[in-house]
C-alpha cells in the first residue's frame, strides 16, 4: 500500500517534471541570460507579485535573524551576506546578489568550506545560491531558498587561482551524472565528490541534502562505516551540477516552520529505485500530449505572503 502511495504520488510529481528540470538548469546560466529572463519577465509580472519586491530588495534588514514561514513560502530579516571570497571558498554568479543566508547558515558554509580539504580532499567551495536580501521568492529559479537556510554548493572544487569576475559569470559548474541518467558519470565522479557531501550531511544543523538521484545511488554503494548520514541526503530533480544545503529552523524562531525530518534509513532502497525510474523515464519514456498553449503562470501575490514578510520586504 504504502508503495502504492508513494509511486501515485511520484506519478503526481512525474507530470511537473519538464517544470521542474528547468529550474535545475538555470543555475548555469550566465550573467547575461539571467538578466535578460529577469527584463522579459519585470515586463509583464503583475505590480503586486510577491518575487517582484523581493527581487528588487538590494541589502538586508540589518538587526537580529528571524526566519519567518517556509523554505518555499517565507523570508528572513537579519540576513548576512557570505563574502565573494574566503581562504576556501569563492562566491559564483555574485551579480545575482543572492550570497545572503541567516547567519547559522553563512557560518555552517564557512565551517564545511574551512574543514573541506582536510577533511574531504576538496581543495575549496564554489558557492551558488542562497538566498535574497531579505528571502522570499526569487524572479527567476528556485522554489525554496526563501528563509535563508538553503544554500546551493557547486559539484567542481575551487581551483588553485583567484576566478575574475567574468569567469565567476560564465563558467559552468560539472555535471556528474552519467547521460543515461541512471548513475554517476565515472569520468567526472571522484572520493572527493562523496566526502564533501558527506561532510555537509553530518554538520550540525543540517536537516536536508538534495542531491540528484544518480548521485545518492553512488553514494549509497560507496558508503562505509556509519551511514546515518545518508537519511539526510535526498534525491531530487535536478541537482546533477550542485548539491544543495539545507538546515532546520534556528532555535528559538517560532515564525520558521519546519519541516518534518526524513524518513529513518539510509534511503537506498525502493525509494530510490522508484526515483530512478521515475527520472528515466520523464527523460526517456513518451512525452505527455501538449495543449499547445503555454500555460497560464501564477504569481503569488505579496498579500498572500505572511504578514511579517510583507513588513520585512518593504522597511527601509
Ligand atoms: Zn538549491
Known sequence: MIRILRLRRACAVAAMTLALLTPALRAQETQTEEMEKRAKLLQTLPQDAAKRHFGAARAGTGGEARTIGSYAKGCIAGARALSTDGPTWQGMRISRNRNWGHPDLIALIERIAKTAPREAGWRG???????????????????????????DIWLTPMGSRKLSVDERETISATNVVASDWMDVDPNRWTDAHHAIIRLAAEQEGVT????????????CREATGDRAWLSRVRP???????????????????????????PPGDGCGEELTDWLNLQHKAYFGPKPPSSGKPKPVKHMPLSAMPEACQKIVLSR
Open 236 to 262: 531530487i530533480w535536478g541537482h546533477n551540477y550542485h548539491f544543495h544545503i539545507r538546515m532546520g529552523c534556528p532555535d528559538g524562531d517560532s515564525a520558521c516552520l519546519d519541516q518534518t525530518p526524513p
Open 208 to 219: 536536508r541534502i538534495f542531491v540528484n538521484p544518480a548521485i545518492k545511488k553512488a553514494l
Open 125 to 151: 567551495l564554489l558557492v551558488g545560491d542562497i538566498s535574497q536580501p531579505r528571502g522570499g521568492p526569487m524572479l527567476t529559479g528556485h522554489a525554496s531558498h526563501q528563509v535563508g537556510l538553503d544554500a
